[in-house]
C-alpha cells in the first residue's frame, strides 16, 4: 500500500458539495492516504478545521489543520486580528500545523491589492514570531508575491499551495525557502510550464495536494475532488520524475511530515 499525505484539502467544502467527511475520509484511506491537512481560509472554517482534525483523526489517517484568511476573502472579512488570535490561542496544539491559506489573488480581487498585502504581510509577521509555517495563495501575483516573500527570507517560511506558475518562478521561491506544492493542475494536458517545474525542482523541495473539492485530476477533471484521487496526482509525479517510483512516494510522504510538523523546507538538513 501506498503512503500519501494530502498536504491542503477541504473536508467541510466536500461535504457541502454532497460527499460526508467520513466518507471521504474512508475512501481516502483505502486509497492509500495517511494525512491530511485541513486548510482553513475565515475565522469560521479555521475554526472547524481545529474540530475536524479532532473529530475525525485517528491512527490510520491523521488529520492536522492551519488557520488562515485566504485573500479572496480579505475585502469583505477583514477580521485578521480575531484570527490571529485564535492562532496564537492554539500554538500548543500539535494539530495545528501551519498558518493559511493567505496570500495574494489578483485574479479574483485585484481591487483590494494594498489591503491583501497589508493581510499576508500582517500573517507572514505572526509565522516569524510562532515559527508556524505559512500555507501561500498566490494567484496573477507572482512579482508581487516573490518580494513580499523576500522581505521575510529566514524568518518566515511555509509552501506555495497549488502552483500555477512557471519553473523560474518556482526555482525562485524553492531559492527564499518555500515548498512547492503541486495539485491536479499538474496532470493536465495543458500544463507543460507547471509539469516543467515538477520535473525539475529537487524533490526535496515538493510536495503534493488535491485542494479538494476543487481541481480534481484527469480522469475527474470538472468533478467533484476528494483526497482518494491523490494517487493520481502521485500517478502523475511518477511520470515526471527520473527518480524510481518508490523514492518519489518515499521522498514527498516526508516532506509532508516535515512541513505538517512545523519544519520548514529550509530546515530540512
Known sequence: MVSIADTHCHLDIIQSQGLEIADSLKNASESGVKKIV????????????????????????EIRYSIGCHPTETHEFPNKDEIL????????DPKLSAIGEIGLDYYHTADSKKQQEEILEAFLECSAKTKLPVVIHSRDAKEDTISILKNFRDRAFGVIHCFTYDYPTAKALVDIGYYISFSGIVAFKNATEIQEAAQKLPLESMLIETDAPFLAPPPFRGKRNEPSYMKFILDKMFSLRQESNAEVENKLFENSIKFMNRKAYHHNA
Open 38 to 61: 485541513q486548510i482553513g481560509i475565515d475565522l469560521e472554517s479555521s475554526i472547524r478545521a481545529r474540530s475536524i482534525a479532532n473529530e475525525y483523526s485517528n491512527d490510520s489517517l
Open 85 to 92: 488570535k485564535l492562532v496564537y490561542e492554539n500554538l500548543d
